[in-house]
């Protein structure tokens, strides 16, 4: 973001000095200036040189059709879209890196985009260009053969939208067609451009509320679906109380051709938008709480079937959580936490499937979805397979929405088992947090998250990014905190953060982990793993441990490999008949995205975009994370046979806490701070090294104005929207209390240290 947006004098000084102690000015709050990217490549070419090569391979038009997606295994050089082909199976049948070879895998070039933010998406490649997306929505072309810039494509996006983004400001991932780039910006815009220079041919306004966007606090931050004749784009926002729905728009045009709503409206305002969603209405209490939308939006994971022309989208979690706030009558509140078939001509409904009725958990079902053609039973079926938060493995039949199977490919304890014939969950009492806290697995991060899986056509396993989460789940309406913004009245707590009597001042009395773990038949720890499963048989073939509970999406190839990075900053190569490890480069950036491979004049590349952001942007990058040793600048990273070494960044120092200003305010105004802070800020700023600045190492320039950074919004333009909808002045004093109270602590408990020392 260009600094020149600030018209603050006091803050564009600001913005290129040290704003916060250990962190890079203002980028470490999520600037990215554009004039910053750069390619680091590993010959010693001029760049003007390369830039003029890239320019002139720039200027032929990408040409990616029906036909030749249809035909992708015929190009397998290429990587058509996220998921690389139109199943979204993340496999490439190359092999010139392989088991055998695969320890000559050395760097080959890097592009810096210019950001500490989270970084998602999956580079797509094609005829010897790179196009993938960065924060806000930007979209970055590159030669794929260095890794030199062709053009950047900033959206200018209207940085209020950031405050809602549930997740960091991430983006995960564009559409390539006939010539064209699609992406959504984290505003809710859908921009279509020209594949040669970056120019935009349209832009179309995806929200149904943008005038009101302080009640509906929608964000985009999910790949665009091609489907037929149409892009698809859906949205997020149901932690911030929003109902769902997908958009299509007119690939040539951008005018809208349908919208479908994942939840029905408010039965008081008369008529349903869609027939579908009067039969919907049934599952839910018309009397129930309408104000917070009802949720299931769709923000990841989508597919196509060009043959059926139906498009899937994978549907969100509730709006409120508990079930027995939003619907006290019961009801299973279609269509959240389902998949939803949609007739891609018409945006009329073909079919659901509902993974979890009375969704109350936050076990969206976005993960993406990969279709195959099994050979179930003897008999050859068309499946989708899908394997969501809620920890369960499903294979359905793509054309029709019928069950096949389903079974945990981990530990889970919120239900206790599938209906064989519907697929039907049994509720568990062990998950009714409304009765007291419960350890529930898994906890809100899912058992499966974002982070793509992938399919071999070579092994015919499904390689899953597991999430092994038991997490303390408790209703927080009758506590001192209330309601928390992006999870309303329901806490969910990893137990290595879990403290009962730190947490007792905000929450009242809590059971010991020790107590909730009563039962519990898995290690009451947050950890994660890779997991090969067969998807007929429905079992585990091989495991191997990852590095982290958030480590990345994966890759595999024809190769005989399974390739993904980690949250230590390694890109870690396991066999994928056996689950062997083969290879483990260490890159010095945590990896959340998954990786693509293609190639170019008969060199095989692996490329894949690290820095860490997401879920969880609130809590503090974990101290073995590469994130917390080396910072966390965004690096696209290639990788050849016979590269080099892969150059790190520095190592991180350990700063110490700045004497604070004066204290303010009383014991009541500090303790009325901190209630304020948890509701409003916790969930973006760490206490400790994150990926949004700690506020307790405000610099004295804005601790001087920052009731007006809260409330005018005068960061806005690099990502700090205002509060002034939800908070007073005074209320913005209290939490500046708060904080100057939390930096003196940590000042004098330094000091204590050193003195121990």
Known sequence: MNIDRLSHPLLRRLAVTALFTGAAAVSGAAVADTAAAAAVVSNAAPRATLARAAEARASRAVDVDATRLRHAAQEPAQWFTGGRDAAGTYYSPLARINAGNVNRLGFAWEYRPGTHRGLQATPIVVDGRLYTSGNWGRVYALDARTGAQIWIYDPKPDMQWSRYACCDVVNRGVALWKGRVYVGSTDGFLHALDARDGRLIWKADT????????????????APQIAGNVVVIGNGGADFGVRGYVSAYDLNTGKPAWRFYLVPRDPNLGPQDQPDLQAALKTWDPQGDWSLGGGGTAWDGMAYDADLDLVYVGTGNASPYNWKERSPRGGDNLYLASIVAIHARTGKLAWYFQEVPEESWDYTSTAKMILADLTIDGHARKVLMHAPKNG???VLDRSNGQFISGKPFTYINWTTGLDPKTGRPAR?????????????????????????????????????????????????SKTRAGLIEGQFTVASVPPE???????????????SLEQLG??????????????????????????????GFWDGGILSTGGNLVIRGDMAGFLDVYASDTGRPLRRLDVGTSIMAAPSTYEVDGVQYVVVMAGFGGGGAGVPFAPDSAAYRYGNEGRI????????????????????????????????????????????????????RGLIPDLRRLKPELHAIFPDIVLKGLLRPLGMGSFSDVLSRGEVNDIHAFLIDQAWAAFEAQDKSAVNR
């Open 392 to 394: 369960i493995f499903y």
């Open 518 to 547: 009563k039962g519990v038949e898995t290690p009451i720890k947050t950890g994660g793993r890779i997991r090969a499963w067969d998807p007929v048989r429905q079992v585990a073939v091989w495991e191997q441990p990852g590095a």
């Open 428 to 476: 568990s009492p062990a998950a009714d947090y409304t009765t007291g806290a419960k350890l529930i697995v898994p906890g809100m991060s899912g058992a499966h998250n974002w982070m793509p899986m992938s399919y071999s056509e070579l092994t015919h396993l499904v390689y899953i990014p597991v999430i092994e989460a038991p997490w303390v789940f408790f209703d927080t």
């Open 637 to 688: 990273l290639a990788f050849k046979l016979n590269g080099g070494a892969v150059p790190k960044p520095p190592l991180q120092p350990e700063v110490p806490f700045a004497q604070p200003p004066p204290r303010l305010g009383t014991t009541a105004q500090i303790d009325h701070g901190e209630a304020l802070y948890t509701r409003f800020c916790s969930r973006c700023h760490a206490m400790g």
């Open 497 to 511: 953060f879990y403290d009962p009597a730190g947490m007792a001042p905000l929450f009242g009395p809590l059971p």
């Open 207 to 222: 929200l149904s509320a943008r005038d009101r966007a302080r009640h509906a606090p929608y964000t985009v931050s999910g």
